[in-house]
């Protein structure tokens, strides 16, 4: 829980998705760099803003950092330590260590400040375009090579590119939480939790206005079709 604002077990919660932040490296991809938040102070501003805009909305905000960039050690962990916040991080298995990316000893020392770890698949491929082998590798083999490197175990996962379909929930039935990018706030008991991207549109009462929607009659009843559609597609 971020924020330490304490929720029921009927709140929505918004859940962010951050793929990096400070300095965009030149091998990322224009489509990635949608995604990056390049502007420190403004991701210095948005963790400030969390407690009160959580208060204010009555909200719980959480926090998460996919792709495993050396910027989640970097930048984002002494920024979280900081104001006391918690996130979760999910890191691609395969690019543990690589240049660019999170070691063995960043992710234990991410652990180590109280920060969870899971899941982001192994090379952060479209699962859905998998064969079985792959997708083996994809899922299993990520989780516990990642288990190995921070010396205990995982149990959420949060699937690339929000793209997934029922043969892909099935190869992920190991995980207790399964985080996708659908948008909208997370209900309260859910496997499936969705997020809200961060990305470059992002403006200063963005945060706001997102913890503050409330989704009720058609808007939330589509969200919810469109998420059980693709589960069982």
């Known amino acids: 829980m971020v924020g330490r604002l304490k929720k029921t077990a009927t709140q929505r919660r918004l859940v962010l998705e951050i793929h990096a932040i400070g300095p965009r490296p030149s091998y990322i991809r224009p489509d990635e760099a949608y995604y990056w938040c390049e502007d420190l102070c403004l991701f210095d501003r948005i963790l400030d803003a969390i407690p009160d805009v959580s208060a204010r909305s009555g909200t719980p905000i959480e926090i ?11 930048f984002a962990l002494p920024a979280l330590v900081k104001r006391g916040l ?12 690589q240049a660019g990316y999170l070691d063995k000893k960043a992710m234990t020392e991410i652990v180590a400040a109280g920060m969870m770890i899971g899941s982001h ?7 859905r375009n998998a064969d079985r082998q792959t997708l083996t590798k994809e899922t299993e083999e990520a989780k516990h090579t990642i288990e190995d490197t921070i010396g205990k175990q995982i149990d959420s996962v949060a699937i690339p590119f929000g793209s997934y379909d029922r043969r892909v929930i099935d190869s992920l039935k190991m995980f207790s939480k399964v985080y996708t990018s659908d948008g909208g706030l997370a209900p309260p008991r859910s496997r ?3 997020r809200v991207s961060y990305n470059n549109d992002w ?10 929607q409330r989704e009720r009659g058609l808007t939330a009843l589509k969200r919810s079709v ?8």
């Open 64 to 74: 998460t950092f996919d792709d495993g960039n050396a910027s989640d050690f970097i």
């Open 86 to 97: 918690v996130a979760s991080f999910f890191v691609c298995a395969g690019r543990i260590g």
């Open 121 to 127: 698949g192994w090379s952060h491929i479209d699962w």
């Open 192 to 194: 499936f939790i969705p």
């Open 203 to 212: 403006s200063e009462t963005s945060l706001s206005e997102l913890a503050s």
């Open 226 to 233: 469109l998420s059980t559609i693709k589960r069982i597609r």
